[in-house]
């Protein structure tokens, strides 16, 4: 398992543990209370985290044209 494989610990740890410290309804954000803001966050933090790791996945790698031809020569 590659380093970078553990930011997958990141989202749910932020939506698990955020709750506990941040709900609070005052603080508004974007007309939301924050801790909707935060959750709704998170989500956008989780599909970039996940690009991240399958981007840097060398086994996830399309293969091109050329690779192809290379394989079968």
């Not at 698990?16 to 966050?41: E, I, K, Q, S, Y």
């Amino acid at each position: 398992m590659r380093p970078i494989h553990t930011l997958v610990v990141l989202p749910p740890a932020f939506v698990l543990l955020g709750p506990f410290f941040l709900n609070r309804v005052t603080p508004f954000v974007l007309g939301m209370p924050f801790l909707l803001a935060w959750l709704a966050g998170t989500l956008v933090i989780t599909s970039i985290v996940m690009a991240l790791i399958c981007h840097s996945d060398s086994k996830h790698r399309v293969k091109t044209s050329e690779e192809f031809a290379g394989d079968h020569a």
